[in-house]
């Protein structure tokens, strides 16, 4: 989606504009623009495309003003154009506006403002609020210092939807002011200046000390000092968060693509997730949310509420919560999760994954449980991000920056974190022997070790992707878990080889989506559970009798001339195979779409986190 960058300080601010641009690319984008103070005058440049493009324009290598805003624009109201890209100015010039997220009111504020005889040039909800902003700048007769601000603040209140925004105006030149809700915007304390960004990775060059703004907040600074002010516009003091983030860790560090250096990462990741919260011998330790055996003895019910790839986590959540606390669970798609209904009360648990802590399905689910009397829980990436402010308890994976569309070392740093969590409730619980939680814990702890072995697949995993890259459909099946992991490894080819895929769970097949599978069709199978290994084998043997092609990812000694690859994994715990089995369905899909010369990292129509909607 949209991001925002915005520099003031010391320095000349369009190459670190320009810079923080490119840091924010992963996010998806279609235009991108920068605005800066030159001689006391907004200079906006802007353009449909690559930021790399902003380059070409003329006269941007003269830019030396040291106070600018820049953004890339994710096109929702208007298609991509120069003339839609932000930043957007009121009609006489006098401020500059970049904005993130929808606002919803849109049409009637560009009604109001025509009818007070402003003019729109482009077909933006953005393009209303310098408008506004200088509509209430007129209309106040007191000229002190904080006219600038309380026409911000005016126009703000006006504002249906969501919005992070930063705004510079002519007559303030050496002052800008940001404010958000419901939108990802974070200020970073810098050495020469202050940096904001819709995003942390995109500041981690720069600081890692950061002011991380509440809804309604106003930031106003100078090149040298930060003010924060509330919605009544009363001054208060603000802490400023230090983020633990290496810089390095939003860096490629010698891999071809994000994506490739993650899915290698898992190892490190999934040891960072585990950190202190889990010894052997001791009870897991949850100190930072501190849930009272009193009240998780009230539960009755616990909904795991996400998006995309956090959601198939949160499938594998619910067998461990289920099989190690005795609590039933329901996992749901937040997008639906909203508009259904569900049956919340006091004795309810909801527990929202969102690597980013900023997707808007999730955001509003989460609300919706708050106002119906359910204690909320965040499992998250990102420190201070929206969802964590939200919630009442937040437990963080901390598995490090995940800039590719694609996610993968969050999804296998969430279900470890989910795990480590079932574990917790279960010994306050006291409803699992704690033989068998000593047990998992071994296994818990063995999974970086064992993980390495999925990424050793990597050349086999390439020679398949080879075979099959040109193919239309292809097809995931899996029972159990293994179903779960089906559905992550055909989300994951869809996302980023623009192939059609389904997954099934294996029994399934033959109530229908069998009569798909023809001659050469290529059928990828997890199986890892034990217990339906059988049953899952004959359902593969229905397929390759209808002449599929056969990839298969398991921990069993299966021979390799029944099937057409075998791909071999570590066995572990059954609840703890999704982290195993996924890494060649991850592999694959990079591959695939290498193989096809796509974009990896930024896939089309694509973006890292969904703040609309
Ligand atoms: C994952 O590969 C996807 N890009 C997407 O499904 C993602 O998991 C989803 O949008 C949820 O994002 P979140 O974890 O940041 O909330």
């Not at 703000?156 to 930063?166: C, M, R, V, Y």
Request: charged share 25%; glycine share 6%; with cysteine.
């Amino acid at each position: 989606m949209c991001g925002i960058v915005g520099y003031i300080g010391k320095q000349t601010a369009c190459p670190i504009l320009i810079n923080g641009l490119t840091a924010l690319e992963y996010r998806g984008y279609d235009s991108a623009g920068i605005a800066s103070i030159e001689n006391n005058k907004i200079c906006v440049m802007k353009d449909k495309g690559r930021v790399s493009n902003l380059n070409n324009i003329k006269g941007i290598n003269k830019l030396d003003g040291t106070v600018g805003i820049a953004h890339t624009r994710w096109a929702t109201h208007g298609k991509p154009s120069k003339e839609n890209a932000h930043p957007h100015m009121d009609n006489s010039e006098t401020f500059a506006v970049v904005h993130n997220g929808i606002i919803e009111n849109y049409n009637e504020l560009r009604n109001f403002l025509t009818d007070n005889g402003y003019k729109f040039l482009s077909q933006t909800d953005t393009e209303v609020i310098p408008n506004l902003i200088h509509y209430h700048f007129s209309k106040d007769s007191y000229a002190d210092d904080n006219k600038f601000l309380r026409a911000v603040n005016q126009a703000t209140k006006d504002l249906k939807g969501s919005f992070a925004i930063e705004v510079l105006s002519n007559l303030y030149p050496d002052k800008m002011i940001v404010v958000r809700k419901d939108s990802p915007l974070v200020i970073g304390k810098g050495t020469t200046g202050y940096h904001i960004a819709s995003d942390i990775p995109a500041l981690l060059e720069y600081t890692r000390d950061f002011y991380l703004l509440n809804d309604y907040e106003f930031a106003v600074m100078d090149k040298d000092s930060i003010k924060f002010y509330n919605e009544n516009l009363v001054e208060h003091e603000k802490e400023i968060k230090n983020i633990e983030w290496d810089a390095s860790a939003a860096e490629k560090n010698g891999y071809e693509d994000y994506m490739l250096k993650e899915i290698f990462e898992q190892p490190i990741a999934i040891r960072e997730t585990i950190g202190s919260r889990l010894k052997l011998g001791e009870h897991c330790d949850f100190s930072d949310i501190e849930i009272s055996k009193e009240y998780l003895s009230t539960i009755n019910k616990i909904f795991i509420v996400a998006c995309g790839t956090a959601m198939h986590a949160g499938l594998t959540g619910k067998k461990f919560l289920e099989n190690l606390c005795k609590i039933p669970v329901e996992v749901d798609i937040a997008s639906e999760f909203r508009y259904r209904n569900p049956i919340i009360n006091e004795k309810t648990l909801c527990i929202f994954i969102s690597q980013s802590g900023e997707t808007a399905d999730t955001i509003a689910a989460l609300k919706l449980c708050k106002s119906k009397g359910a204690k909320t829980l965040a499992v998250s990436n990102v420190i201070g991000s929206s969802i964590t402010r939200e919630s009442d308890y937040t437990i963080y994976t901390h598995a490090g920056p995940e800039i590719a569309v694609a996610s993968t070392k969050a999804y296998t740093s969430q279900v470890v974190l989910l795990g480590i969590l079932a574990i917790y409730f279960a010994e306050i619980l006291e409803s699992t022997d704690s033989k068998v939680l000593e047990d998992l814990k071994k296994d818990i702890l063995d999974l970086p070790k064992k993980i390495e072995t999925s990424l050793a697949t990597t050349d086999e995993v390439k020679k398949f992707a080879k075979k099959i890259h040109k193919e239309k459909d292809v097809f995931f099946i899996g029972r159990g878990s293994d179903y779960n992991v089906a559905l992550e490894g055909s989300l994951k080819l869809k996302e980023i080889s623009y192939i059609h895929s389904e997954a099934y769970a294996s029994g399934e097949l033959k109530h229908g989506p069998i009569a798909l599978i023809e001659k050469g069709i290529t059928v990828i199978s997890i199986l890892t559970d034990e217990n339906l290994i059988e049953k899952s084998i004959s359902n593969i043997v229905e397929v390759i009798s209808r002449g599929a092609k056969t990839f298969i990812v398991t921990n069993q000694n299966l021979s390799n001339s029944d099937f057409d690859t075998v791909i071999k994994i570590e066995k572990t715990n059954p609840l703890l195979s999704p982290i195993l089995s996924v890494v060649p369905l991850q592999l694959l899909a990079y591959f695939i779409s290498k193989e096809k010369g796509l974009d990896v990292d930024k896939p089309r129509n694509l973006a890292k986190s969904v703040t609309v909607e």
